[in-house]
């Protein structure tokens, strides 16, 4: 799940809540390059950050059941509420990404494109725990296997269907 920061407020609360690393994107409903950026960003998201149970919620919310390693948020650019924080934070350049760690304040900030997502990967290796780096890693591999077996799966078949 992917935090949504509605106002300044949010912004702060959410950074200073916990030590773990928080990533920020801001992103604008109008930029095509976020929509085509926010399917990697929610897969890294669903990946690393934390896990919730809709089925135990009370009263509306969600039940934490597996903290994640990393946390993840969004800031609507074109949010009335958020448009003057985002260009008092320079995040112009759409879509941004703002890396926090709690007390240590911003660790890093810059604009990334979906070209670009491997920087947002590595960026999170190099500041989140040392088991977060081991998520996005088997994650990543994880997916390239998957397509090797499809691939070789598929070559199997059809050597198979083949006359010698």
Not at 81 to 97: G, S, V
């Amino acid at each position: 799940r992917i935090f949504s920061i509605q106002k300044p407020d949010d912004l702060l609360d959410f950074v200073i809540e916990d030590e773990r690393l928080s990533v920020v994107k801001v992103y604008a409903s109008w930029c095509k390059t976020c929509q085509v950026f926010d399917v990697r960003y929610r897969k890294l998201a669903s990946q690393l950050g934390d896990k919730y149970d809709n089925a135990k919620s009370g009263s509306g919310g969600t039940e934490i059941t597996k903290m994640g390693r990393v946390r993840f948020a969004e800031m609507q650019y074109d949010n009335p509420n958020n448009e003057e924080m985002c260009k008092l934070l320079n995040a112009t350049k759409l879509p941004y990404i703002f890396m926090y760690k709690g007390s240590q304040g911003k660790m890093e900030e810059f604009q990334c494109g979906p070209a670009k997502f491997q920087m947002l990967v590595d960026a999170v290796n190099k500041y989140a725990d040392p088991a977060a780096e081991e998520d996005v890693v088997d994650g990543v591999v994880g997916e390239i296997n998957q397509e090797l077996e499809k691939s070789h799966a598929l070559n199997e078949d059809n050597s198979a269907a083949s006359p010698p």
